[in-house]
């Protein structure tokens, strides 16, 4: 079975790169099933209904989020109902949406996400490693599903790969993201589960992580902030991994990254 999963799509240059790009990539590599972070879709803040609508129907599967979730209040109204759209699953018990889900997958397996923020320099949620424990034991591999994805959404590249080895021979794979800036580790871990420490974004490049670069710019040589950040409006790339698992193990097999557009160095797997 092949796996995909995008990194967070930032604002408008991030929704329009995915969806010029993402059909044609599920063509070509036969993607199974696709995961995709969304928690920056709706202007570099949030997610409105309307922007999950555009991911989805580029071919997301599952759209997963982050700190950025609540940015527009109106997913606290359709999070519920929306059952492709996942929050963290280590918000307090009662908040609205889901933070794991079981989907079916194009081949017909069945797929667990699994969405959770780490602990590290960010908002302070129940514990992560908790989290996750929970939601694997009441679906595992083999026992409720057929693979597991979990999206850890973290600042610490040592909380990620905590995270990984955490879950290694337990998931299919373990994915960072928030950082929007993609880096070179996309492997395969000793007992089986694809990792990556941070996935990258989709979006503008030209760009402080996907934001207009001149506020940024001021505010670090001011101290004084003077517009609100707003997400860059150039031509979009897009950074993903692509995963390849076994299907009698549900584990991963090969892992590679996909970078296509401007600022990033292209890749692409030959799976
Ligand atoms: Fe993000
Ligand atoms: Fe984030």
Known sequence: MKLL?????????????????LPGLIEKHRFDFVVVNGENAAGGFGITEATLAEIVGAGADCVTTGNHVWDQR??????DRQERFLRPANYPPGTPGRGANVYTAKNGARVL???????????????PFQAVTRELSACAIGNGCDAIVVDMHAEASSEKQTMG????????????????????????LPGGTAFMTDVGMCGDYDSIIGMEKDEPLRRATTK??????????GAGAISCLAVETDDATG?????AAIRIGPGLEPAEPDF
């Open 5 to 21: 999963f995008l990194g967070d799509v930032v604002g408008r240059s991030g929704r329009k790169v995915v969806a010029a790009l």
């Open 74 to 79: 109106e997913a606290l109204t359709f999070a």
């Open 113 to 127: 996400v699994v969405n959770v923020m780490g602990a590290v320099f960010m908002p302070s949620l129940d514990d």
């Open 165 to 188: 080895y955490y879950l290694d021979g337990k998931a299919s794979l373990v994915i960072g993201t928030h950082t929007h800036v993609p880096t070179a580790d996309a492997r395969v």
């Open 224 to 233: 004084i902030p003077s517009a609100r950040f707003g997400p860059a409006t």
């Open 251 to 255: 584990l991963a097999r090969r892992a």
